[in-house]
């Protein structure tokens, strides 16, 4: 049994919203490199520097990439040999995010009631996912969501007789419909599969897993790729200006599902697509 | 096309951007999003005034993160600029010239731009923290409660923007996509 004190969960949490804002991971910061050599559109490429160099203003002067520091989004893995001390993990994760928004200068978005929308001030309550596994470690994922792109979502209960051609109808949907909304290029988190909630978080956490890490599945992999190049040839660019990048990477999570169903969730990102890892 | 412009717009000004121009603005800005516009527009159901003068001026729809001690302010990028549509007619009936955002707008706007021969510009969304370099004063001007959605009046130098809907209707969202959609 491995003790974890909940300070210390605080602690990384508060450091994590204040990291996640500041930089992107090196996949994120390769896929835009990437697309600065091949964009076609001249303003296309303009809008790509420009969004390198936000993301050096961003580092160096420790200012946050995007003013929409996000709606911040946990995937905690709890491993069942541990035990947590000196309060509730939820406290202990939301008291966190009340730091790292706070001391981090980071934007207080979130309102206390979807219809009376006063201002919580400290950008809580954060939306955490538990998953319990095997071990004794403790994995949190933390990715802040903005809104632009999260507005931009979309869902279809698809039947089983709109098989992939069906799934992929509805991710060129999903995109187009968003165009310059969501902040292209955008991450397209796509969940296929199991119910409409599964659907939904799967979408989520495929934003969260890195381009490099692939599915396991061939027909998924496939997918991955094709999607990735149909969004492309979509015109919609940077910025929703034109151009030959509109999304930097699909990923797919998929799960079993039901005979009468075939759910798929279309979770868009833009290309400011923060998560960050740790293992305590 | 590059166009360097002092703010307010001009009627000559606006006249000579063209969907696609790059325009680099210089001078106040006010800043409004969401609960503001909602504010504004409860109080002209009301008969009362607006909070800021209207005429000629132009909105940037944003909500900035804070600012570190020192700075103007933090992160300031566009917001999506459909959310505003429900509002944005009236105002531009009023003597709105120019919005800055990102995103599409409804037809309802398009028609009150090309009504009172106005603008709107896009600014590049998620770039935040470069353009918050182009923002040289930021001064909170009413609706304080409301934090990130206050009212701003900003001062801006070079401030990059890209016209998307000009005064005559052309939209880039609609024309640039087909010049480079190749199914
Ligand atoms: S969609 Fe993304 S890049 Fe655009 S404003 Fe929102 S968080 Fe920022």
Redesign the interface.
Known sequence: MKNIRAEKITEEVKEMCILANHYLSSDMNSRLNNAVNVE??P??KK?LN??K???E??DK?????????GMAVLFVDIGQDIHIEGGLITDAINEGVKKGYTEG?????VVKDPIE?V?T?DNTPAVIHYNVVEGDQLKIILAPK?F?SE?MSQIFMLKPADGIEGVKEAILKAVKDA???A?PPMVVGVGIGGTFEKAALMAKQALTRDFDDRPTKEWVRNLEDEMLE?IN?????P??????TTALAVNINTYATHIAGLPVAVNIC???NRHITRIL | MEHKIKLPLTSEAIEGFKS?DYVFLTGELYVARD?AHKRMNEALDQGNNLPIPIKNQTIYY???????QGRAI????P??A?RMDKYAPRLLDLGLKGMVG???RSKEVIDAIVRNKAVYF?A???????L??CIKESEVICYDD???EAIRKLYVEDF?V?V?IDSKGNN??E?????????
């Open positions: 076609e559109s303003l296309g809008i420009q969004l160099e936000n993301l203003i961003a002067e420790q200012i946050p990439i995007c003013q929409d520091t200068f980071l934007r207080k978005s929308r201002n001030n903005g632009g507005n165009g310059p909304n902040c149909r040839r979509l015109g919609i660019g910025g929703g200006l034109g151009g030959s833009c290309h400011v | 696609g609960a944003m909500g900035p993160s804070p600012a570190r933090g992160s300031a990028g917001t999506t459909s990102k995103g599409k896009a590049v969304g998620g770039a935040g923290a470069l918050s370099k409301l934090g990130a990059p890209i998307v880039l969202y024309t640039a996509i087909l010049k480079y959609k190749k199914d």
